[in-house]
């Protein structure tokens, strides 16, 4: 494989963000693993992929993944290692987003939001670090969010646990070998399914508005293609990608 092509693992990839890194790098001339639950959806990925990733050399394998599932993690990695060689990219994009006011009591959606959100993260790191190490070379990339750098009503929990993936991120950036590369990507207002899951109507409503103006998943993808398309002596840590209504 030409070394400007990579393994790249992608999180929650059946749908949204996660759908369209994978369309884009897969397109790109990498070797994509797409993971999430719902494998209805990412074979479909992959049967609309096929023909530009075709194109470029590139290919994309939709595997079953469940990030809050430590085990299932770990063998996500190590099935995409066995396969190709190697592992040269993780991007943790798998999230939730059920908002509430804390006064609302959701607990059992705080919860989850932790589990996938934070966890989940969590669970890549350790599953991928190990393999970045011993083999001298890795990048890794969180899909965090603007959440991860402002807080809003309805939105303490959410924001919260993009805080933390956006402070576990960089603190894995200072603590790695140069050899491996760390970037967090913060997506504002993206047309995907995670506002489907606010169950409290409050939030629902002031989400709708909010969400006036989006932009495509596309968007977020590029900035995952440019930042692995980078020279390896370049980490570009950062990326801050909002539509130009969003303030």
């Keep these: 494989m ?6 790249v693992l992608v999180t929650g990839a059946s749908s949204g963000i996660g759908a369209a890194v994978a369309t884009r790098l897969a397109a790109d001339g990498h070797q994509v693993v797409a993971g999430a639950r719902r494998t209805d959806r990412l074979q479909a990925l992959a049967e609309t992929t096929a023909e530009a990733a075709d194109r470029s ?37 798998a999230g939730v987003m059920p908002l509430s006011r804390l006064d609302s009591l959701l607990v059992d959606e705080w919860d989850r939001m932790i589990d996938v959100n934070v966890r989940g993260l969590l669970h890549g790191i350790a599953a991928a670090l190990p393999v970045f190490t011993a083999q001298g070379s890795g990048h890794f990339v969180t899909v965090a969010s603007t959440g991860a ?24 950036r200072q603590e790695s070998a140069p050899f491996i590369r760390v970037t967090t990507v913060s997506p504002g207002v993206v047309t995907s399914e995670l506002a489907d ?9 002031a989400m709708r508005a909010y969400r006036a103006h989006a932009i495509g998943p596309d968007a977020i ?11 390896h002596d370049v980490d570009v840590n950062e990326i801050v990608v909002r539509p130009v209504h969003q303030r």
């Design 2 to 7: 030409p070394t400007d092509r990579k393994v």
């Design 57 to 93: 050399g590139g290919d994309l394998l939709p595997v079953r993944l469940d990030v809050t599932d430590r085990a299932d993690v770990a063998d996500f990695v190590q099935a995409a290692r066995g396969r190709h060689g190697r592992v040269d990219v993780l991007v943790s994009n």
């Design 149 to 172: 750098h402002e807080v809003v009503p309805t939105a303490a929990v959410y924001c919260g646990t993009k805080y933390a993936a956006r402070a576990i991120t960089e603190g894995l």
């Design 197 to 205: 899951t606010i169950t409290d109507p409050k939030a629902a409503e």
């Design 221 to 231: 993808a590029g900035a995952v293609s440019y930042a692995l398309a980078q020279p």
